[in-house]
């Protein structure tokens, strides 16, 4: 029986058939990979998904973390008995280097490898996922010290990690952030402070929990240049309790199996050594804290993005399962009230939905995968001009591969609700749940508006708009493999290409306005349009790897990328429309109007 969970048929299709990610094992770093190798990891992962990450989702969710009178957390038994398998099988160790208990795995198989784990159980999967972030910042920015002393352990399962960067009264603007961080003479920092919205910030799952904080250094400056990032872990590394509190956890609409926390640096509470401020290690050079916190949150924008597309596919199987399961009515010209009654299926509005869903969750799993192996090209790549592209593209496409799962794979969620029909709103079926669970993944990380922002007002217009034009030129080269191919692949390939005109279009003109204000009041609506435009380029890149190949698997694949390019795509042009008239309505919208 096919998975629920995930489909493995598409995995492989997108990996090997379509991204062909074999061809790293030829590069040194993957070397001592194959094909075989990388089976056995996705194998493992959905096995242990299934039957560890799962059973336990529906449990966590209806009995969430809870703060005991000691100020401890406890949670349901079986995360702690999930995340000890998890660990033991090597996988949070997946990408990391060989020399420091890593299996070397290149970033597109781990996030594959992720994505069963995140679709089984949100919550669960959410410690790992923040731990393997961390420790990625560290090995990029920590001295070989840290990475021994903190690096190792999460990597072995022992010690988690979480990310504090938000303030109760800063929220997303860190620059307003008031968390200080006073230095030692031993070369350590007290760092004083409340940090908000910290996922995984106490529980007893591991030995220790490494935080990373943003806290502000003197000498620094206003606004973000004062931002340091220090290492502040929960114990010290004699066992000694630092001066790190919880205060109280956040009880949330959904993904209620990850505490989160409200933290305190520095209370007094635990004190050390009789002095104020709990102990910090600085990482990096000072000052320089918000650019490294950016490769954590990067990784961990392009996680939520999976995040969301997982929820959105387990639900859409799920959609699917109940309706070729379920029998209600009759079809349209049916006359005879007698006649018994058909699948959900036969009826031509749930497939609408059906596709809908399959044309969202398939093409975001494309998009999480592509912007992985640029992660790998990043990195691996044979020549300084194929890495530097690749870093520039997967610049450009970040706040999309957050943003875009987010909103449409939540709307996935939302029509399996409604395939299901009433039962779909109890709790008697899995897709509430999933609903709840992926509404999240549109803040956390950068909300839509922030990850607007982003992409209208520097991802697109940096180094003279450099990420855009590399952008344009390679959904080109997808426009132009297709418009060789059948009639369908040309009246694709000719709307992607006209939508992709009009992209560069409308932001010229929006960037010509002479006004930041009213170039950027829209920038959600930019947004938007341009994940569209990605997305009806990744089913355009999908359709040509299916090719002439025959079978109900490539059927689907045809036929939802049929219902994105036609129901879907035109979407766009009314954005656009909007875009390039420079509209000032929310602008000129007075707040007492409300």
Not at 562 to 567: A, H, I, Q, T
């Amino acid at each position: 029986m096919a998975s629920t969970i995930l489909s493995r048929r598409d995995l492989e299709f997108l990996l090997y058939e379509w991204l062909d990610v074999t061809a790293l094992t030829s590069r040194e770093r993957f070397r001592e990979h194959s094909r075989e190798t990388f089976d056995a990891v996705l194998e493992l992962s959905a096995e242990i998904a299934t039957e560890h990450f799962a059973p336990h989702n529906k449990k966590a969710d209806a009995n969430e973390p809870v703060m005991l009178p000691d100020g401890t957390v406890e949670v349901v038994d079986e995360v702690a008995r999930a995340l000890k398998v998890f660990a033991d099988a090597g996988l949070t160790a997946a990408q990391f280097d060989e020399e420091i208990g890593g299996m070397q795995l290149p970033a597109v198989l781990a996030r594959a490898s992720m994505c069963w784990f995140q679709a089984a159980n949100a919550g669960t999967s959410s410690y790992p996922l923040l731990t393997v972030g961390n420790a990625n910042l560290l090995v990029e920015y920590g001295t070989p010290e840290q990475v021994d002393q903190w690096v190792r352990p999460m990597l072995e399962g022992r010690f988690f990690g979480t990310m504090c960067l938000s303030e109760t009264g800063a929220g997303s603007s860190l620059a307003d952030i008031t968390t200080r961080a006073l230095p030692r003479d031993d070369g350590t920092y007290r760092v004083s402070g409340t940090k908000m919205w910290i996922s995984g910030g106490d529980h007893g799952l591991s030995e220790n929990i490494v935080h990373l904080v943003l806290a502000k250094v003197p000498g620094g400056g206003p606004g973000v240049k004062g931002i340091s990032l220090l290492v502040v872990p929960k114990f010290l590394a004699d066992g000694t309790r630092n001066d790190v509190t919880l205060v109280g956890l956040n009880h949330k609409m959904g993904n209620r199996g990850t505490t989160n926390t409200v933290l305190a640096f520095g209370d007094g509470t635990h004190p050390v050594d009789g002095e104020p401020g709990a102990v910090g290690y600085l990482v990096g050079e000072r000052h320089r804290g918000l650019a490294y916190m950016f490769h954590m949150m990067n990784e961990a924008r392009v996680g939520v993005g999976f995040l969301a597309t997982a929820l959105g596919y387990t639900g859409y199987l799920k959609a699917v399962e109940y309706a070729k399961s379920r029998t209600q009515g009759r079809p349209p010209a049916a006359k005879d009230p007698a006649a018994r009654p058909v699948r959900l299926i036969e009826h031509a509005d749930v497939r609408r939905m059906l596709l809908a869903q399959k044309s969202y969750v398939e093409g975001a799993l494309a998009l999480g995968l592509y912007c992985s192996l640029l992660i790998d090209e990043q990195e691996t790549a044979a020549t300084d001009d194929d890495r530097e592209r690749a870093g520039v593209l997967l610049d450009v496409l970040t706040p999309i591969a957050k943003s875009w799962p987010a909103q449409w794979c939540l709307e996935a969620n939302s029509l399996a609700i409604q395939v299901h029909g009433g039962y779909g709103y109890t709790r008697d079926y899995d897709v509430e749940q999933l609903y709840r669970d992926n509404r999240l993944n549109q803040i956390h990380e950068g909300t839509h508006g922030i990850q607007g922002l982003d992409l209208l007002g520097r991802k697109v217009v940096a180094d003279g708009g450099a990420g855009l034009r590399l952008l344009v030129d390679t959904i080109g080269a997808t426009v132009a493999r297709a418009e060789t191919g059948g009639p369908d692949l040309v009246e694709y390939a000719t709307a992607v290409a006209a939508a992709t005109r009009r992209l560069v279009d409308v932001t010229k003109i929006l960037w010509s306005a002479g006004d930041p204000t009213t170039t950027l009041a829209n920038s959600s609506v930019y947004l938007e349009a341009t994940g569209h435009v990605v997305v009806a380029w990744m089913w355009l890149e999908q359709l040509l790897a299916v090719g002439a190949k025959e079978g109900a698997f490539y059927d689907g694949k045809r036929q939802a990328a049929r219902y994105f390019l036609r129901y879907e795509l035109p979407r766009t042009t009314a954005q656009f429309d909007l875009l390039a008239s420079l509209d000032r309505t929310t602008l000129d919208t007075e707040p007492d109007w409300f």
